[in-house]
């Protein structure tokens, strides 16, 4: 199928490209104010690495934690519904009362998000990773509004698919009988017997089965996305949304194993769910430590529902931020081992053992590599020519342009188009045409009508968006 997909974008390309949207482009590549009306007009296509809670703007959630009441920790800025025991923490009436919510508000969206910030008086790395937590009270409880706070924006720029890590599916199943498991695991992964590990999984699989995973994975499906989905009417004419599940790295191998039992099974019963992920910063301790067995995990899980896609954040490191030989095998591990269908970010790529090969086999596999340009920038402080982009399009391996954590960056799909443009002179029109259509063509959506409407959707819009073209 992808084949064929192939296939139509070469033709839809030499049949209908347009030079002259092409030579405008080329006119405006060092203004970026011409540069975003260009990209603000052209479509997108999908954002395809996309994470729900770090894309919803704090504006929105800072509000719904005034409305509510919440508690404020004065000296973190997380919010919380219920005062905790530890910390300094005010009622937001409380601040309103005293004359200093507006003087609050500020300092919440610093930490919220990149607002404001300098470059210097904190890590970015640990600014972005932190603000999750300190939000994501105001998010629970209110995904209808995130939603479609996503969905509106998403239109109004001319993007017309998201496919968005949601959150995580609740489950109360016990691990502690299987304990043991974790230090028999870590111990195998040292010794890289995957053959072992693989055994041991099959044994705590079928512990899963017999305590529930698979009632935990279609409550979820049925009570909380499909439901909400639909209630929304999320689906229509000018936008598609579908969701992947996400495992946590930093949690001890037999709990993180239990949510990724059931973020597969959800994703095999729902042609909502397109597919499964594993995040939180790859440069974690414990990240670091299981990120081998994690992707035999992923190998393993496969081998029992074989129908499920599966992307990976992998190479999101860079030198400086981990020793310089943990930069050579995350990336290779997740396509070689774990069997990754899209890699995302993969920004250590030149670093990898026999990178050249592994961009070859890429290529070749048609795994598709998420890049996501104002991310890489503030996270890990890789633009222009040290980031591999190029590398990835000199090799053939196709390439998505993705937002990552909109909210949080304070960004949109524009501005990373912006950015490409600006930054890549190599990179053409047919190219960037290119990379739109791949949004679409290599997502997980599991309904061929509903990926072939949404392709014919893209034909229809780029050719509206090129008739516009020589500018009067």
């Known amino acids: 199928m992808k084949l064929l997909y192939t296939l139509f974008f070469t033709f839809f390309v030499s049949s209908t490209y347009s030079q002259t949207a092409s030579e405008h482009l080329e006119k405006i590549r060092d203004n970026e104010a011409e540069l975003t009306a ?48 530890s910390g300094n923490w005010e009622l937001f009436s409380t601040l309103k009362s005293k004359g200093t919510l507006e003087l609050y508000k ?8 990149v607002k404001d910030y300098n470059g210097v008086n904190y890590p970015s790395d640990k600014l972005f990773f932190e603000s999750f937590m300190k939000f994501e009270p105001a998010i629970q409880g209110n995904f209808a509004q995130g939603m479609l706070e996503l969905k509106n924006r998403a239109i109004k720029e001319n993007l017309s698919y998201i ?21 028999s695991l870590r111990k ?25 995973v698979e009632t935990d994975a279609k409550k979820f499906n049925m009570n909380f996305v499909t439901k909400l989905h639909n209630d929304l009417k999320i689906d229509d004419s000018q936008f598609t949304m579908r969701y992947q599940n ?25 042609d909502l769910i397109a597919g499964v992920n594993i995040v939180s910063p790859e440069d974690g301790e414990t990240s670091m430590k299981d990120y081998w067995l994690h992707m035999v995990m992923f190998k393993y899980c496969n081998s029992r529902y074989p129908n499920v896609k599966y992307t990976m954040h992998a190479g999101e490191l860079t030198l400086g931020l981990v020793q310089p030989e943990e930069l050579t095998w995350h990336i290779n591990a997740a396509v070689y081992i774990a069997g990754a269908n899209r890699i995302g ?29 104002v991310s890489n920038e503030f996270i890990l402080k890789v633009k222009d020519s040290r980031h591999p982009l ?79 073209f020589p500018l009067k």
């Open 246 to 270: 996400f495992v946590l790295r930093f949690m001890e191998p037999v709990d993180l194993f239990k949510n990724l039992v059931i973020a597969f099974i959800s994703a095999d019963q729902s």
């Open 106 to 113: 500020q300092k919440i969206m610093q930490k919220w998000s």
């Open 163 to 183: 496919e968005t890590q949601l959150s995580t599916i609740p489950t109360a199943i016990s691990t502690d009988d299987l304990a043991k498991f974790n230090t």
């Open 345 to 373: 970010h993969g920004v250590d790529l030149a670093y990898e053992t026999n990178s050249y090969e592994l961009l070859r086999y890429m290529a070749k596999n048609k795994i598709p590599i998420e890049i996501n340009l």
């Open 38 to 85: 260009f990209f603000s007009q052209m479509p997108k296509g999908g954002d395809i690495h996309h994470h729900f809670s770090g894309s919803i703007y704090a504006e929105p959630l800072l509000q719904r934690a005034i409305i509510e009441n919440f508690y404020l920790n004065t000296e973190t800025m997380d919010v919380r519904k219920q005062k905790t025991t």
């Open 188 to 212: 195998l992964a040292l010794v890289k017997d995957e053959k072992a590990i693989m055994k041991s999984l099959d044994s705590v699989y079928n512990s899963f089965l017999k305590k529930g």
């Open 390 to 468: 190029t590398l990835y399009k000199d090799f053939g391996v196709p390439i998505v342009i993705s937002t990552d954590d909109a909210g949080i960056l304070r960004s949109n799909m524009t501005e990373q188009y912006v950015l490409l443009a600006k930054r890549y002179k190599d990179v053409s029109y047919r190219d960037i045409k290119e990379f739109v259509y791949n949004s679409i063509i290599y997502s997980f959506i599991k309904e061929e009508k509903v990926k072939k409407q949404l392709l014919r959707d893209l034909d229809n819009r780029f050719k509206t968006f090129e008739e516009k």
